[in-house]
């Protein structure tokens, strides 16, 4: 069998979203202070886990993959106590289907057994380990790294009604119980009420409230915020009382734990589906934060048959709800201006909470979109955090109106530099025609530093912004005359930073050319275009020369983005930025691997790869056939030309079926294009 070998491309973007995950984590688990949301962090370690399981080369002992998030922050103010067992997270899907897929990996794994679920809220709290020895509470362990954990003892033991020694006889000598500690929303509501009085800052959630609280040094201050706790998991050394998950929750209750009243019994997947839908739609009624449901095999010794991975159990799987909505008001409507010059107009709100964070701002698009939706300065409105940072507005309450809203009317002039706004006919954006508006002009340096673009990861915007104001840019050509000492002498920039900045913006010399004419910011040319752009030139002065017409016929490139090419490389301050990028020494000519094939018999197919390819990584047989001529793509619609399925193949493949496109195995494709292949 022939073992995919790894792209260098692939290699990289894993270390890369090795690199990300880990920052995210310290940020969630260790400061309690989360940059994304939960969605698009799973995002991220979807892709990780995609790429690990297309290579498994790529899969290290030190891959988030294969560890929990977070550390154990041991010092002088708490011990940390290793974990008897790992603490594990969970595999998580924000779809039904997904659901089903688990439930028939469960029936196989448990080789014709019957079984039943126990589902129960997933509160998005803070996880914590209480141990007891001889029926007393001698320890609690925050999550940690998963392997050891904080001891915060003196702060578990203010919350009301918790245990510190456990009824009954004959208990074993020693018994740990996980669960997770958290804030009413009511009572959250309340120490934010009594901060605003006070003049402090508003605590953002409750989740990140919780853990500072679990972290305070002084038991007398933690003790004034009234946390809740509620236990899902007991084990032993010893024998428990107790074979299922259901009675374990009813022994917790017995031993005088708060009660889940929440948690139910289910005798297959269909109830379990019931259950997820019936608490998605009551969420906002419960009365704490609570982003989703996880669903556990009852009886421990199935478990046990089933097993777990270095990570996540294979017994259990955590249900994600879909987007919260709230209402709040618009306070004001501000504008954005682009690095095409496009005016973004912008939602003020009243913050309020959603999906853990506190909402304060959100897009409105264009001005067509605030007359759609009728929106008015001073109206109630209804967000939505659809795994954005920055939610969405779905529509206005009119009937909450009290009569002094007001309409908004877009300006006649740029908010930054203060020149005519224009507006196109068939276009929906204004735009400040102005290419040296200072807003413009900091907006593309950020989108050619950007990951697609020229990939320059400490030229973030704060320091885009310091450069310009000191005047050592006016451009992003100018990023390739800087020199360490200039950025070493920037307020805040510490000499070892500057030289990574210097030595980013080196290697940055060497990107692609399809990279390149993507961060240029031509408009309407995104990264798709410009790997087009790229296979079909050999250099950037060739597609400079290139005429309407010519560009035109290119299969992809239609007459809008043909003009905008035309009218970029017509204007002589983009040339005179071009010629500065080539003394600079970036690459301008197409690299050896952008070269297209000779031949392309697949032009106008969209090809679909899922499932485990034995010959292939994923990426590298959606390459072959884009030198081929055709497009790959990650889902399946009525337009898509083959399914190419490998084993284990899921979601896509049944959707392939229902829509009648072509599904061929591994056997097939090499096949076809075997005669292609040189």
């Not at 009813?250 to 019931?274: C, S, T, Y």
């Not at 089933?306 to 306070?331: D, S």
């Not at 501000?334 to 897009?363: D, N």
């Not at 197919?605 to 990426?619: A, D, P, S």
Request: net charge neutral.
């Amino acid at each position: 069998m022939k073992k995919a070998s790894v792209p260098a491309e692939a290699q990289k973007r894993a270390l890369e979203l090795q690199k990300i995950i880990r920052h995210h984590d310290k940020l969630y688990y260790d400061q309690a202070k989360p940059e994304i949301t939960d969605l698009e962090y799973d995002r991220l370690y979807r892709e990780l886990k995609d790429l690990e399981a297309e290579y498994p080369s790529l899969k290290t002992k030190d891959s988030p993959t294969q560890k929990v998030g977070g550390t154990a922050t041991s010092g002088k103010h708490f011990q940390t106590l290793p974990h008897r067992l790992p603490m594990l997270s969970l595999d998580n899907t924000y779809s039904l289907e997904e659901l089903k897929e688990f439930d028939e990996r469960v029936k196989k794994g448990l080789e014709g057994q019957k079984y039943e679920y126990v589902c129960e809220l997933k509160i998005d709290g803070v996880s914590i380990e209480l141990i007891y020895e001889k029926g007393e509470l001698v320890h609690a362990l925050t999550r940690g790294d998963g392997e050891k954990g904080d001891d915060v003892l003196r702060n578990i033991q203010n919350i009301p009604g918790l245990p510190t020694k456990l009824k009954g006889s004959n208990l074993p000598d020693r018994i740990e119980i996980r669960g997770e500690v958290f804030f009413t929303l009511k009572d959250f509501e309340a120490i934010n009420e009594d901060r605003e009085e006070k003049g402090l800052p508003l605590f953002a959630n409750p989740r990140n409230t919780a853990a500072g609280t679990l972290k305070t040094v002084d038991p007398k201050e933690s003790a004034k915020k009234p946390l809740h706790i509620l236990l899902y998991y007991v084990f032993s050394p010893d024998k428990l009382p107790f074979d299922t998950q259901q009675e374990s929750l009813q022994w917790l209750k017995k031993m005088g734990f708060p009660e889940d009243a929440h948690f139910r019994l289910v005798k297959n997947i269909d109830q379990v589906h019931d259950y997820c839908e019936e608490y998605q739609s009551k969420r906002g009624t419960i009365g704490f934060d609570c982003d989703g449901v996880v669903l556990k095999i009852d009886r421990f010794d199935q478990r046990q048959k089933l097993g777990e991975t270095t990570k996540i159990p294979r017994w259990a799987i955590a249900f994600k709800f879909a987007a919260q909505k709230a209402e709040t008001t618009l306070k004001a409507i501000t504008l954005q201006v682009g690095r095409t010059g496009a005016i973004t107009p912008v939602a003020e709100l009243e913050p309020v909470q959603l999906e853990g964070t506190t909402v304060s701002r959100a897009t409105l698009h264009n001005e067509d979109e605030i007359k759609r939706k009728d929106l008015r300065v001073g109206d109630r409105v209804i967000v939505e955090k659809g795994g954005l940072v920055i939610p969405k507005v779905l529509r206005s309450l009119p009937e909450k109106r009290k009569g002094n809203e007001k309409a908004f009317k877009m300006p006649s002039e740029c908010p930054v530099c203060g020149s005519k706004l224009e507006r196109e006919e068939d276009e929906a954006a204004w735009r400040c025609e102005n290419a040296a508006c200072e807003a413009q002009v900091e907006r593309r340096i950020e989108h050619f530093c950007g990951r697609d673009a020229m990939d320059i990861r400490g030229a973030g915007p704060a320091v885009v912004k310091q450069l310009l104001a000191e005047k050592l840019i006016k451009d992003y050509a100018d990023l390739y005359a800087l020199k360490k000492s200039d950025v070493a002498e920037m307020e805040r920039k510490a000499e070892k930073s500057a030289e990574n900045l210097i030595g980013q913006i080196d290697d940055s010399r060497k990107r692609t050319l399809g990279r390149l004419l993507f961060a240029l910011g031509i408009r309407h040319v995104g990264v798709h275009v410009a790997e087009i752009l790229a296979m079909r030139y050999k250099d950037i002065w060739a597609v400079g020369e290139a005429s309407e017409e010519e560009l035109t016929a290119i299969d992809g490139i239609g007459p809008i983005v043909a003009h905008s090419i035309v009218n970029f490389f017509a204007n002589k301050t983009n040339l005179k930025i071009i010629d500065k990028l080539d003394k600079g020494g970036v690459n301008l000519k197409r690299l050896k691997e952008e070269e297209p094939s000779g031949e392309q018999p697949f032009a106008g197919q969209i090809y679909v790869f899922t499932g485990e390819l034995k010959n292939y990584g994923r990426k590298e047989a959606e390459d072959i056939v884009k030198k081929l001529g055709a497009k790959a793509s990650g889902s399946v619609s009525k337009l898509t030309t083959y399914v190419v399925a490998g084993e284990a193949a899921g979601s896509k493949l049944k959707k392939a079926k229902e829509l009648g496109v072509t599904v061929m195995d591994e056997a097939e494709f090499q096949k076809m294009i075997g005669k292609y292949k040189k």
